[in-house]
T-cell receptor, first 113, second 112 residues
Framework: DAGVIQSPRHEVTEMGQEVTLRCKPI?????LFWYRQTMMRGLELLIYFNNNVPIDDSGMPEDRFSAKMPNASFSTLKIQPSEPRDSAVYFC???????????FGQGTRLTVV | GESVGLHLPTLSVQEGDNSIINCAYS??????FIWYKQESGKGPQFIIDIRSNMDKRQGQRVTVLLNKTVKHLSLQIAATQPGDSAVYFCAAEGSNDYKLSFGAGTTVTVRA
């Protein structure tokens, strides 16, 4: 398996634009997590899914953020409209419920100007 | 949710010496405590975990100690190598869910 795959690796967008981040979890994993990492706030859990169903989205900062998981092999995190304070590295991670190890993707570095 | 925090943001260690990274947590109900390593430009990578009913667990060159009395967790790295230079995070898994809450991270720099 190639691991958790995120795209794009880097995204630069203008304030007000819509941004969509993508994630392909490891096959067979039933949990998927979206994290945001900044220097100020560290690693924050935004939302996580179990078997494609959102379980906890209490970390989603605002209504501008939304996440979907239409099937077991794909998830998106959308920001609309984007703002400069959304600039961060966004990580997707997946795991199997029988194992504590979560596997992280390489991350998407988002810059909103 | 679980709150975890690290004691020192940075640690400089001589190559070959042992490293100790400390972490404190607030919620005693967590089932697992986990250490992750993050190298520059990469996502966090699992190192080792310890279940809440254990005091110590050893891996390859790493040992995790859990002191539930004072709610303290530590990661010991034996014979630190240049490849150990990274940011280390402690994390706690919720008792009733799989939410993973991360501490602030300690940057370890290995001096040659």
């Amino acid at each position: 398996d190639a691991g958790v795959i995120q795209s794009p690796r880097h995204e630069v967008t203008e304030m007000g634009q819509e941004v969509t981040l993508r994630c392909k979890p490891i096959s067979g994993h039933d949990y998927l997590f979206w994290y945001r990492q900044t220097m100020m706030r560290g690693l924050e859990l935004l939302i996580y899914f179990n078997n494609n169903v959102p379980i906890d989205d209490s970390g989603m900062p605002e209504d501008r953020f939304s996440a979907k998981m239409p099937n077991a092999s794909f998830s998106t995190l959308k920001i609309q409209p984007s703002e400069p304070r959304d600039s961060a590295v966004y990580f997707c991670a997946s795991r199997y419920r029988g194992n504590t190890e979560a596997f992280f993707g390489q991350g998407t570095r988002l810059t909103v100007v | 949710g679980e709150s975890v925090g690290l004691h020192l943001p940075t640690l400089s260690v001589q190559e070959g010496d042992n490293s100790i990274i400390n972490c404190a947590y607030s919620n005693s109900a967590s089932d697992y405590f986990i250490w992750y390593k993050q190298e520059s430009g990469k996502g966090p990578q699992f190192i080792i975990d310890i279940r809440s009913n254990m005091d110590k667990r050893q891996g390859q060159r790493v040992t995790v100690l859990l002191n539930k009395t004072v709610k303290h967790l530590s990661l010991q790295i034996a014979a630190t190598q240049p490849g150990d230079s990274a940011v280390y995070f402690c994390a706690a898994e919720g008792s009733n869910d799989y939410k993973l809450s991360f501490g602030a991270g300690t940057t370890v720099t290995v001096r040659a």
